[in-house]
Structures are given as C-alpha cells and as structure tokens.
C-alpha cells in the first residue's frame, strides 16, 4: 500500500475528476458513451472512492479490505447493462485506482473458468433463468 497521505490526495483528484474526460485515453470509444452511462460510471466510481477514503481512516486498514471494498464496487458496476467499451473503461479505472492504491486489484483468488462462471449465472439470474432447468434430465 502507498503512503496514505498520497493516496488520499489521489484519490481526491480522482473524485474530482469526470472520468470520461480525464480517462479517455484508456478507451477512446467511451466518446460514444450515453449520458446516463457517464452519470452511473462517475457517481459509482465517486462513491467507491469516497468510502475508501472513509476506509483510510481507520488505522488497523489492510490491504485486504481495500481490495474487497475495490471487488465490491467493481460488482456493482458489472450488475449493470454497460456495453463492452465501458465495461472495460470501468476495468481501466479501477486499475487507476489501484496504482493509487499501491495494491493489485485483480481477484486472484480463483480461476479465469469461475469468473467466467460467475458471470454467466450472475447474466442468467438477471434474465430470470435458473441455469439448472437447462440441464439434461437426470443430470443432476
């Protein structure tokens, strides 16, 4: 973890930035993006990082419950219908966030096949289907 006088600087330049402008770089093709999208993206990305600044707050803080509040908000933002683009643009800053940070962001803990999988019931949920009815009788 980055010295927490950096980090909350960071993150405050963060907050204030809009991260369409600012960021662009990472995915140009979030020009295209919707207002709507702008406004969920930044107020999503605000709030992470205002409880996070929150979190700094706390001297027994670990770079652990960083990464599950980063995890938390990066579930968040994937519960919505973003297009490719800004789905990955949303990854890009939350890499940005975790070089602020001084922690790796990505969720080691478990294999590409699982968040793979996850995702897929996470979609088939949303759509209201139970993946199991879609499984051969007596497969179960």
């Not at 369409?20 to 990472?26: A, G, P, S």
């Not at 990082?49 to 980063?70: H, M, N, P, R, Y």
Request: charged share 30%.
């Amino acid at each position: 973890m980055n010295n927490i006088e950096e980090i909350r600087a960071g993150l405050e330049t963060f907050i204030a930035a809009d991260k369409f402008v600012k960021y662009q770089y990472l995915q140009p093709a979030v020009e295209n993006s919707t207002e709507e999208t702008k406004t969920l993206v930044n107020a999503e990305m605000n709030a992470f990082c205002t409880e996070l600044l929150q979190q700094l707050k706390q001297a027994s803080i670990t770079d652990a419950d960083l990464k599950e509040t980063v995890r938390n908000s990066l579930d968040k933002i994937e519960d919505h219908p973003l297009d490719t683009e800004d789905r990955e643009f949303c990854y890009e800053l939350y890499g940005q966030i975790g070089d602020i940070l001084g922690i790796d962001v990505e969720d080691n803990s478990i294999s590409m096949e699982e968040k793979l999988l996850q995702q897929l019931e996470k979609l088939a949920k949303n759509a209201g289907v139970n993946l199991k009815d879609l499984l051969p009788p007596n497969s179960i």
